[in-house]
């Protein structure tokens, strides 16, 4: 199991709005910031969210991250099918000493 | 432009070794601290291991402990992965990765090599 926790899937139709949760501990989410990647499969991981809640240039606002204690949050609004894929939390672990990511979500527009 | 190109790996028998390559451009190699992860068939992402802008720090994941290296050549602006006594678990496809910001701390990853498969199999 992965240190971080992820939902394994989730799924709304274009236009809505999904919500990824990434639960950690705290030595890792609760001292450290948190990143947000997406990978599709057979590419390399692109990152989307650092520092919490700093968006990378050029990934759109419809794409948002929060931290609360232990806990991050990724948003996606405005879904669109070009949105799919595995989306992935990420820190440090302080007490592992290693970089840690959480399982991996898969979303799906329907 | 930041490119990383990755080499190496392929089908490699239980028990072996293998050296993964990742040569870097369009970016001050020496002024960043790097990194591998891995995907597993069906599984996610995983860390592997980082080493330092300098070469002299080095820490990887603890089921990779004792079988793994993990190199730089900043003359040569390549990073090289070493990993020995495969075993079927280390069937994944690697990545080098280059976090945002020079000689940055924090575990951002903005830049990722290609990717390169490693099956090991007898």
């Known amino acids: 199991q992965s240190v971080l926790t992820q939902p394994p899937s989730v799924s709304a139709a274009p236009g809505q709005r999904v919500t990824i949760s990434c639960s950690g ?32 240039s050029g990934i759109p606002d419809r794409f948002s991250g929060s931290k609360s ?18 989306y992935y939390c990420a820190t440090w672990d302080n007490g592992l000493n290693v970089g840690v990511f959480g399982g991996g979500t898969k979303v799906t527009v329907v | 432009q930041v490119d990383l190109v990755q080499s190496g790996g392929g089908v490699v028998q239980p028990g072996t070794s293998l050296r993964l390559s990742c040569v870097t451009s369009g970016f001050a190699f020496s002024n960043y601290t790097m990194h591998w992860v891995r995907q597993a068939p069906g599984k996610g992402l995983e860390w592997v291991a980082l080493i330092s802008d300098d070469g002299r720090n080095m820490l990887a994941a603890s089921p990779l402990k004792g079988r793994l290296r993990i190199s730089r050549n900043n003359s040569k602006n390549t990073l090289y992965l070493y990993l020995n006594s495969l075993t079927v678990d280390d069937t994944a496809v690697y990545y080098c990765a280059r976090p945002r910001g020079e000689r940055s701390l924090k575990f951002y990853l903005d830049s990722w090599g290609q990717g390169t498969h490693v099956t090991v199999s007898s």
Do not use: M
């Open chain 1, 25 to 56: 501990n705290n030595f890792n989410i609760g001292k450290n910031y948190v990143s947000w990647y997406r990978h599709v499969p057979g590419t390399a991981p692109t990152l989307l969210i650092y520092g919490n809640d700093d968006r990378v």
């Open chain 1, 69 to 86: 204690g232990t806990s991050a949050t990724l948003d996606i609004t405005g879904l669109q099918s070009g949105d799919e894929g595995d």
